[in-house]
């Protein structure tokens, strides 16, 4: 099981430590699920200092897909990489929507970030309006095949994807755990490598998503905001 913080824009440095100092103790001892937290970028360095040889990664939001160059307000997955970040998310919805990222962007982020050595959490999933014209597996597919051109086999080890239906981030709207479940075998149908469910998870309902076959983890956003519920979250994944 693995359960990552996506903390999105929130938590400066200050707020971070505190949250991590919390976060370490609270979770010392917890095995069976591997935790990661993504902090925004000033917050990282903060991060990955206090729990460095804890069993929690450091997660980025996001990376450009060059080493370096004339990109300016980007971030160099090998950056991330120097300073102790062990990957990065890519593809977020909210990035694909308030952004201009594409499928092709988002494959060229992912390649960089593998080339560099970190891990991936890649995010897939369709809209409201996709879902309801009966698009959810065209989209999710398209979006997997994007991402699949520049995934080498031996970088497989280091990519999971998330399937986060749009309509179900941050609105209180979770998928269904037999939605979740039907998404995620589609995926692994395409890409055998772990998926993470995510969209209003929350304690109490990660249980029932978290015991279906198909989900080996969640990608949660609010709820990963307070270490109370982020905490029980990760422990109910050691439940499931
Ligand atoms: P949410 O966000 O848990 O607040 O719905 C999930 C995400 O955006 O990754």
Redesign the pocket.
């Known amino acids: 099981m693995l359960i990552a913080g996506?903390w999105k824009m929130y938590k400066g440095p200050v707020e971070a430590r505190e949250f991590c100092a919390r976060l370490r103790a609270r979770l010392f001892g917890l095995e069976g699920v591997d935790v990661i937290v993504c902090p925004p970028y000033p917050s990282l360095h903060d991060c990955c200092g206090i729990l460095a040889n804890t069993e929690i990664a450091v997660f980025a939001q996001n990376a450009h897909w060059a080493k370096e160059g004339p990109y300016t307000g980007e971030v160099s997955p090998w950056m991330l990489k120097d300073m102790g970040v062990g990957g990065t998310l890519v593809a977020?919805s909210?990035r694909r929507q308030m952004f201009g990222e594409t499928d092709e962007s988002s494959a060229l982020r992912i390649e960089g970030s593998l080339d560099a050595g970190l891990h991936v959490i890649a995010c897939v999933g369709e809209t409201e309006t996709e879902r309801e014209a009966g698009e959810t597996e065209n989209v999710v597919v398209r979006q997997l095949t994007a991402i699949k051109t520049v995934v080498a086999d031996e970088n497989l080890e280091r990519l999971a994807i998330a399937y986060?239906p749009v309509w179900?981030?941050?609105t209180g709207r979770t998928a269904t755990p037999e939605q979740a479940e039907e998404a995620h075998k589609l995926i692994k149908a395409h890409l055998d490598v772990p998926v993470l469910y995510?969209?209003?998870?929350k304690p109490d309902n990660a249980e029932a998503l978290l015991s279906m076959r198909h989900v080996d983890g969640a990608?949660?956003?609010?709820?990963s905001l307070e270490v109370d519920s982020f905490a029980a979250i990760c422990e109910a994944a050691v439940r499931s």
Do not use: M
């Open positions: 996506n977020h909210e986060e179900a981030i941050g995510g969209g209003s998870v990608l949660v956003g609010g709820a």
